[in-house]
C-alpha cells in the first residue's frame, strides 16, 4: 500500500506522548509512523484497517500497531458530527522502541516485551476480558507525571506480554513501501469504498476513482494489498453485518441486503468463512456474553 507518512509531535520534556482524542477521525487517512502506536478505543464504533487486516473497533477495544505498520480508523458516520462531545474518542501513546534507551530492550529480564514489539509489527488486538486491566494501565499513564509515567508504560507493556492469548491482524506476508506519490489515490479508493460499499460498485466505477482503466486498477489493488478488490468489499461488508447483529434491530436476511450483499447464500457463505460462525450462531454467542 502507499500510506502517508505522518510525524507525531513529541515535547522535548517528555520521551513518550500520550493524548486524550475527543473527536473521531482525527487522523482519518491510511497512515504509518516510526513510533509505535498503543491505542484505547472509549466511544464510536467504526472500521479498522491494520495492514491487510479489515475489522470493527468499538469501545474497549485496545491495538497495539507496530513501528511503520500502515493503519486507518474510519468512525461510523453518526459520530462526524460529534464535535462538541466532552467525552473522549481514544487515548493514544506513541512511543519508540528504544524510548528508555539504545541497550533496555538487549537486557535479559526485558525479552518478553522486545518480543511483543516485535509481533505488534502485524498489530496486536486486545479485546474484552484482556483489555480492562490494560485499559487501567493506559488510563494511568495518561494521569501519571514523571518516572511514574515510564514506569506504568513498562508495567502495560508486561502486562500485554503475559497475556494468555494475542490475537495479531495483518497477515505475515503483508509487504508495503513509502511511495508518497499515491497516498492521495490509495485514501479515494478506501473513502469510495467505505461511503458506498452498501449498493453494488462497477469496477470502472471505482477505477475511474482511482484514475486507471478497469484492467490496470486490479492488478494495482492486488499488487497493493494483497487482495482483489471485491474481497476487500467482501470485508467491509461482512464487519459492518456484525456491527448490526449486535444492534439486534433487524433479522438476518435484512441484515444481508443492508450490508451491501444481493444473495443471501453468498452473505452466509461469506459470514461464515470470516468469523468462523453463522450469522445466528453469532448473534447467539454475544447475546449470551
Not at 35 to 44: D, M, R, S, T, V
Not at 46 to 68: C, E, H, W
Not at 119 to 137: C, F, Q, S, V
Not at 266 to 281: A, D, E, R, V, Y
Request: net charge positive; hydrophobic share 35%; glycine share 4%.
Amino acid at each position: 500500500m502507499k500510506p502517508q507518512h505522518l510525524k507525531i509531535p513529541n515535547s522535548a520534556d517528555h520521551s513518550f506522548s500520550v493524548r486524550k482524542d475527543m473527536i473521531p477521525n482525527i487522523n482519518n487517512r491510511w497512515h504509518y509512523h516510526t513510533e509505535i502506536e498503543l491505542i484505547c478505543f472509549h466511544k464510536g464504533t467504526g472500521t479498522q484497517f491494520v495492514g491487510d487486516n479489515i475489522k470493527r473497533f468499538a469501545p474497549g477495544d485496545i491495538v497495539l500497531v507496530g513501528s511503520d505498520l500502515p493503519h486507518y480508523w474510519k468512525y461510523d458516520s453518526p459520530y462526524f458530527d460529534d464535535a462538541g462531545s466532552k467525552e473522549p474518542y481514544s487515548t493514544v501513546i506513541h512511543f519508540y522502541d528504544n524510548f528508555i534507551g539504545e541497550r533496555f530492550l538487549h537486557l535479559p529480564e526485558t525479552k518478553p516485551i522486545k518480543n511483543i514489539l516485535e509481533k505488534a509489527k502485524r498489530g496486536i488486538l486486545i479485546k474484552e476480558k484482556n483489555a480492562i486491566d490494560i485499559a487501567a494501565y493506559i488510563e494511568k499513564i495518561y494521569q501519571s507525571d514523571g518516572i511514574t509515567k515510564i514506569i506504568t508504560l513498562l508495567e502495560c507493556l508486561m502486562a500485554i506480554a503475559n497475556l494468555p492469548q494475542i490475537a495479531l491482524l495483518s497477515s505475515i506476508g503483508f509487504k508495503y513501501d513509502y511511495s508518497a506519490s499515491e497516498n492521495e489515490r490509495m485514501n479515494n479508493i478506501y473513502n469510495f469504498a467505505l461511503n458506498n460499499f452498501k449498493k453494488k460498485i462497477q469496477l470502472e466505477e471505482i477505477a475511474a476513482v482511482a484514475d486507471l482503466v478497469p484492467n490496470s486498477f486490479c492488478r494495482y489493488f492486488k499488487t497493493r494489498t494483497g487482495k482483489t478488490f471485491s474481497k476487500f468489499l467482501v470485508d467491509i461488508r461482512i464487519g459492518y453485518s456484525c456491527k448490526l447483529i449486535l444492534e439486534n434491530k433487524m433479522d438476518i436476511k435484512q441484515i444481508c441486503f443492508e450490508s451491501g450483499f444481493n444473495n443471501f447464500a453468498s452473505f452466509h457463505k461469506s459470514f461464515k468463512m470470516i468469523t468462523g460462525k453463522t450469522p445466528k450462531l453469532y448473534r447467539q454467542s454475544h447475546m449470551l456474553t
